[in-house]
């Protein structure tokens, strides 16, 4: 569930991050380029096309820059027929595009191929033609074009990257690549990649909150201390020197973070059972919401200055210009920052401590520390000729921290709430938010895209403020779908459901077979809180074609919300730990193991496993 | 009593939905036309700059000096580009006389260009930037290296607006009014 915040997180930044750049992406970066060789006698170009991007198929062009290797057709996948006045027919390919190029090559050589595309923006612009280069080594690596860029999309990727690994299977069945087992270990290789990811991502994640953190004014104490230290060097400190005692100075800080990373991930365990009280939860969840009041700037979180000054003081006589003593002013520079950036960290923290794992945690809070000293290690590398400007952004991060912090104070309680009391928090949180994102203020006439942007997102998120509000008003059980009870749709699926009888126990199932005189049965395992049960119900169970295929059926439901005994008996007998299952009886009353449905099936594959169960 | 309730709720939702969809489609058409003049290229520098017409002769962008100058950026292989070239055509017929020019660079082989030219009766100058316009693009301040890209010059030399993506009509005649009635 936190990752889930998480990723949200990092989509949010992702995606501010990318508002902020020129509408129209370079050539280069709206079709990034990565090749790798899939034998000794196939090479793979890839393009990574931008949403809203297209490449034209006729455009490609491949020639080797090396004489004693020869390319062979490209074999490039068909993309959408478009009918052009000038041009006739044109395909255009887009989201990625896996060209394989057969060579042939009389040495080991190292080579290189150059790749030339031409496409266009869906918003009606179009690129020149773009020849990029890829060096191929000796050893088969792939130099240059992306290749790291290509391993981080691995780590980023998995669905997509395992969907590609079916795909290549499948397309090199032609081409002479090398036996089955060169695409296993490629299979491994990827497996470990998944087992690693989770926590190089939360790594990166958390390396992305820190330089965000650096953003708000909480930095901006430790830039003076710094500055001074490197002063203290004399007047003709170089660079070099200036930036390395940056470093010292910033990993004092990491250290600090680290250490209490750690302790976060040791207790772990302790917290999270801590965590399932509702009181607890209560608890935090107020502590969160004060948090973002101070990032509100309702009030300020900061030791008394005079504790500040005193600590800064003291740090002024430690011995300056060595190292040490800078990695020990960095340490104490975190613990005077400390509390101003508290509330992240706490947020962190809580995070860390819920994973239980201490290695992640101070992993996590170093490289957040160490995103916090990017501006710091700027300072020290122009020697102190760049400062940042303060300004009304360094307020708008603070403020989406706060809307971050009531996010998690929200994500906290949900489970002991009801979910009417979810809905208004969301819907007041949404509203809230638009309000700060100036979603009724009128734009001035001349703004930028930027602040266009924005207001949209406010008004998007004003929007689902008000849908949620009515949804909560309207006695919506749904948070995602609030306003199905407004739209009829609600009173349309209750007339469209199936018709299944309850069972509570193991003996009243036994009853029930027993009298279904010969006919089929099928049940159903359901809980409220089963997502996949009611997208079974609302999609699947709601197709005229299934319930056509069903009617002859004896059908049963047990409801195991409540998880009693004699639910728990139930799941046991058809070895189920809990909902979703379908189980399916033949004629004669005896479970028919090949239907085995755990989890969501769309109606076609649900009509096909019963089809083959049947048969 | 309910009904009517659901009805207003539903009502005012479907209206917030489509503003909504109304801004967020505002903004992308927007976006993708940056208006603001993005050249910090001098008139001096503009009117410096020279290339090959489809003779063969080179030609300077001076030459048209005194003249409000639409400098379009395009190509054959692209097609957002075609498509807003008919508008020009009828535009440099309407505004010859009162001093516009547009000026076609096209980033383009000569073959192609020259028959597109005569399908489509471009009436006005074409020049040959060959693929590349180097670094000339870039001071004209496209960046991005996109195609169509408008760049529109008041006669005393002065950019005054550059448009990535297509150009309409209405926000040429919009530009050029003003421009054509300043005669100093």
Redesign the interface.
């Known amino acids: 569930m936190m990752t889930r915040w998480l990723i949200i997180v990092v989509f949010l930044c992702a995606s501010a991050a990318r508002a902020a750049v020129p509408e129209i992406l370079d050539a280069a970066l709206a079709f990034k380029l990565s090749a790798k060789v899939v034998s000794d006698s196939v090479v793979e170009i890839i393009y990574d096309i931008e949403p809203g991007y297209y490449l034209y198929r006729e455009k490609f062009a491949f020639a080797s820059g090396s004489a004693n290797v020869k390319l062979g057709d490209a074999k490039i996948p068909n993309g959408k027929v478009k009918h052009d006045e000038f041009f006739g027919r044109i395909e255009m390919l887009r989201d990625k595009v896996r060209i394989l190029i057969p060579i042939t090559r009389g040495s080991a050589e190292p080579w290189n191929l150059s790749a030339t595309s031409q496409g266009c923006a869906d918003v009606g612009v179009c690129f020149p033609p773009n020849t990029e280069q890829v060096e191929f080594k000796s050893d088969g690596a792939v130099v240059g074009a992306g290749g790291g860029w290509l391993a981080a999309l691995d780590a980023a990727a998995p669905a997509a990257e395992t969907d590609f690994l079916t795909a290549e299977t499948k397309s090199i069945e032609k081409v002479p690549a090398r036996n089955e087992s060169a695409n296993l270990s490629e299979t491994d290789r990827i497996a470990t990649i998944f087992e690693t990811k989770n926590f190089w991502a939360i790594v990166a994640a958390f390396f992305g909150f820190g330089v965000l953190l650096s953003f708000t004014p909480c930095v901006l104490p430790m830039i003076p201390i710094l500055s001074g230290l490197i002063v203290g060097e004399g007047a003709n400190v170089g660079k070099g020197r200036a930036f390395s005692l940056s470093v010292a100075y910033v990993l004092g800080m990491a250290i600090t973070y680290a250490i209490a990373g750690v302790i976060a991930g040791l207790s772990g365990s302790m917290l999270s059972t801590a965590l399932q009280n509702p009181w607890v939860l209560g608890v935090f969840a107020m502590v969160f919401v004060l948090l973002a009041l101070s990032m509100f700037g309702m009030y300020e979180l900061q030791l008394p200055a005079s504790a500040q000054s005193a600590m800064s003081a003291k740090s002024n006589r430690l011995p300056g210009g060595k190292f040490v003593g800078v990695t020990l002013m960095g340490i104490l520079s975190a613990v005077i920052v400390g509390p101003c950036v508290a509330a992240p960290l706490a947020a962190a923290l809580g995070y860390i401590g819920k994973e239980g794992n201490f290695v992640l945690g101070g992993a996590a809070l170093f490289v957040m520390a160490l995103g916090m000293g990017v501006p710091l290690l700027l300072v020290g590398a122009s020697a102190g000729v760049i400062l940042p400007r303060v300004g009304a952004w360094m307020e708008s991060v603070k403020q989406f921290f706060g809307v971050l912090l009531l996010t998690v104070a929200i994500w906290l309680i949900t489970p002991v709430i009801p979910t009417w009391a979810v809905m208004l928090l969301w819907a007041f949180l949404l509203i809230g938010a638009a309000m700060f994102l100036r979603a009724l203020d009128p734009l001035p006439d001349h703004v930028n895209g930027y602040r266009r942007l924005w207001k949209g997102v406010g008004v998007a998120s004003l929007v689902a403020g008000i849908a949620l509000l009515l949804g909560a008003l309207s006695g919506a059980k749904d948070p995602l779908q609030p306003l199905a009870g407004l739209s009829g749709g609600g009173q349309k699926h209750a007339e469209n459901a199936l018709a299944f009888q309850r069972i509570k126990s193991v003996e009243d199932l036994d009853q029930r077979l027993a009298s279904a005189n010969g006919k089929y049965v099928m049940l159903d395992f359901y809980a409220d809180w089963c997502i996949s049960c009611k997208e079974m119900e609302r999609f699947t169970f709601a197709d005229s074609t299934v319930q056509a295929q069903l009617k002859d059926m004896v059908l049963l439901q047990a409801d195991v919300t409540a998880n009693s005994e004699a639910d728990k008996a139930l799941l046991k007998r058809f070895g189920l730990v809990g909902p979703p299952g379908i189980i399916l009886f033949g004629r004669n009353g005896v479970e028919i193991k090949s239907f085995h449905v755990i989890g969501y099936l769309p109606s076609e594959k649900f009509l096909a496993t019963l089809a083959r169960a049947l048969s | 009593m309910t009904k009517i309730r659901?009805l207003i709720?539903?009502a005012?939702?479907i209206m917030?939905?489509a503003?909504?969809v109304y801004?967020?489609l505002?903004?992308?058409k927007?976006?993708?036309q940056?208006s603001e003049p993005a050249s910090t290229l001098s008139p001096g520098a503009l009117y410096t700059a020279s290339f090959p017409d489809l003779e063969g002769k080179t030609r300077s962008l001076g030459e048209w000096q005194g003249k409000v100058m639409v400098l379009n950026l395009w190509?054959?292989?692209?097609?957002?580009?075609?498509?807003e070239i008919p508008i020009m055509v009828k535009l440099q017929q309407k505004y010859r006389d009162q001093g516009l020019t547009f000026v076609g660079l096209a980033?383009d082989d000569k073959a192609p260009v020259v028959k597109?030219a005569n399908e489509m009766g471009m009436n006005y100058p074409i020049l040959l930037g060959d693929?590349?316009l180097g670094d000339f693009g870039q001071r004209l301040g496209n960046?991005?290296?996109?195609?169509?890209y408008t760049v529109i010059v008041d006669r005393s030399g002065k950019i005054v607006t550059t448009r990535?993506?297509?150009v309409d009509e209405k926000f040429l005649e919009q530009m050029l009014q003003p421009l054509l009635q300043n005669k100093s």
């Open positions: 659901d709720a539903l005012i939702a917030l939905g503003g909504s801004l967020g505002n903004w992308y927007e976006g993708a940056q190509a054959t292989w692209c097609g957002p580009c075609r498509e980033l597109f693929s590349d960046v991005s290296r996109g195609l169509p990535l993506g297509g």
